[in-house]
């Protein structure tokens, strides 16, 4: 089975995603960080995590990345919207924990398709 599309369109898609999800909740529940709104955990995070999930079995090299990458992307639009925090180092450890947290699933997705639809 050949990639659908890219990796570099499946980075782009992963960044835009994250970067959307920490505004739109931002925005929508008016806070400073999105997570501190309950609609990231419910909504948000488990989105972000479909995702990595879906652009890991159409584009399987490296799954981790499609965990990281929206995170990262979080990361630099809370810096972006609040570049005073003082607790940005935590909150950067958390996204690369939340990172984590959605690249085992992709990981596993990969796997699965590899194992079951060779290239």
Not at 110 to 116: P, T, V
Request: hydrophobic share 65%; aromatic share 16%; proline share 8%.
């Amino acid at each position: 089975m050949k990639n659908l599309f890219s990796p570099a369109w499946a980075s782009a898609l992963a960044g835009l995603a994250g970067a959307g999800t920490w505004w739109y909740v931002a925005a929508v529940t008016h806070r400073r960080e999105a997570w501190d709104a309950e609609l990231y955990f419910t909504m948000a995070f488990p989105l972000l995590a479909v995702l990595a999930s879906i652009l890991a079995f159409i584009a399987p090299a490296k799954p981790w990345r499609w965990g990281m990458m929206p995170f990262a992307a979080q990361a630099a639009v809370a810096w972006a919207l609040n570049p005073t925090a003082n607790l940005m180092p935590l909150g950067l450890i958390m996204f690369a924990i939340f990172g984590g947290l959605c690249a085992v699933p992709a990981a596993c997705v990969a796997w699965l398709r590899r194992r079951f639809f060779p290239a």
